[in-house]
T-cell receptor
């Protein structure tokens, strides 16, 4: 079974440009999460999808970030326009809910390293 | 809000020796989960071990074990018989009991080097 896959693995863009990151979760996982790690700091939660709906987007830094999960499968995270402080590693994770409060742990992708210059 | 603190940015250990990584957390909740995740260089982050707060017994997974001190809000990871493949960034993480276990609060990580 394929794990969580993220594209691209690296991206270098200029300030002001647009970048779109993609995440393919494990097949059948309803829950999809985006996280970000700025160099030397903790990994911070950005948002959580349940199927195609945003369950919690409290961690999104500002309106330059737009996340979508059309059809409840893969997700994209677009940054437009990118700023220098957006640089970091963006992680995607997925998990499965069995119902009655039973959930798998989160499975992570290897991350996308974004550098804004 | 929950916070997780890893006070050791870097640790090193000789192959076959034992190393302990520290983690403390702050929460007002009484029931929750704690995790240690491992991220090898350029690879996916994987779950090493998990502990449910209501369980007094410390979790173990082969060479990995935890020392969970609920009153002290401490959750350290012990790696026994260290191997070269254990070299990675280790993250301590917290999840609330009512969450989907993917809504995690992370520490800053500890970079573990294993020397041959």
């Amino acid at each position: 079974e394929a794990g969580v896959t993220q594209f691209p693995s690296h991206s270098v863009i200029e300030k002001g440009q647009t970048v779109t990151l993609r995440c393919d979760p494990i097949s059948g996982h309803d829950n999809l999460y985006w996280y970000r790690r700025v160099m030397g700091k903790e990994i911070k939660f950005l948002l959580h999808f349940v199927k195609e709906s945003k369950q919690d987007e409290s961690g999104m830094p500002n309106n330059r970030f737009l996340a979508e999960r059309t059809g409840g499968t893969y997700s994209t995270l677009k940054v437009q326009p990118a700023e220098l402080e957006d640089s970091g590693v963006y992680f995607c994770a997925s998990s499965h809910s069995f119902g009655a409060g039973v959930n798998t742990e989160a499975f992570f992708g290897q991350g996308t390293r974004l550098t804004v210059v | 809000a929950q916070t997780v603190t890893q006070s050791q940015p870097e640790m090193s250990v000789q192959e076959a020796e034992t190393v302990t990584l520290s983690c403390t957390y702050d929460t007002s909740e009484s029931d929750y989960y704690l995790f240690w995740y491992k991220q090898p260089p350029s690879r996916q982050m994987i779950l090493v071990i998990r502990q449910e707060a209501y369980k007094q017994q410390n979790a173990t997974e082969n060479r990995f074990s935890v020392n969970f001190q609920k009153a002290a809000k401490s959750f350290s990871l012990k790696i026994s018989d260290s191997q070269l493949g254990d070299a990675a960034m280790y993250f301590c993480a917290y999840a609330s009991r009512g969450s989907t276990l993917g809504r995690l609060y992370f520490g800053r990580g500890t970079q573990l080097t294993v020397w041959p």
